[in-house]
Nanobody
C-alpha cells in the first residue's frame, strides 16, 4: 500500500483545514485507515481512524475533527475544524489490512505510512 498525504498548511486558531490521503496498491475499501500526529518534542499520537465506515477519535479532537473515506477515489480525509495551536504537528496517514477495532489507536498496528504533512495553527 502506498500513501500520499496532502492538504496541510497554516491556519489561524478557530479555522479549518482538510487533509487528504490517497492510497494505492490494494482494494481500498478493506483497508483500515488512521491519522496520527507528532508535535515538536513529543511522541507521535493517535488522532482518528476509520474501519469500514466506523470512526474513532482521540478525546482531544472529538467534536472538532471528522475522518471520512471515499472508496471510489481511494482517499481518506481528515476535516479539522475549530483548530487550536496545540493541533500544530506533522500529520501522518497510515494504513492497515488487519487491525481489529481495539487496536486501531495503536500505531504499531499500521505497517504502511504516508510521508507526513505539516499543520501549523497560529493563535
Amino acid at each position: 500500500v502506498q500513501l500520499q498525504a496532502s492538504g496541510g498548511g497554516l491556519a489561524q486558531a478557530g479555522g479549518s483545514l482538510r487533509l487528504s490521503c490517497a492510497a494505492s496498491g490494494r482494494t481500498f475499501r478493506t483497508i483500515r485507515m488512521g491519522w496520527f500526529r507528532q508535535a515538536p518534542g513529543k511522541e507521535r499520537e493517535f488522532v482518528a481512524a476509520i474501519k469500514d465506515f466506523s470512526t474513532y477519535y482521540a478525546d482531544s479532537v472529538k467534536g472538532r475533527f471528522t475522518i471520512s473515506r471515499d472508496n471510489a477515489k481511494n482517499t481518506v480525509y481528515l476535516q479539522m475544524n475549530n483548530l487550536k495551536p496545540e493541533d500544530t504537528a506533522i500529520y501522518y496517514c497510515a494504513a492497515s489490512l488487519t487491525a481489529i477495532t481495539s487496536s486501531l489507536r495503536t500505531e504499531n498496528m499500521y505497517p504502511y505510512w504516508g510521508q507526513g504533512t505539516q499543520v501549523t495553527v497560529s493563535s
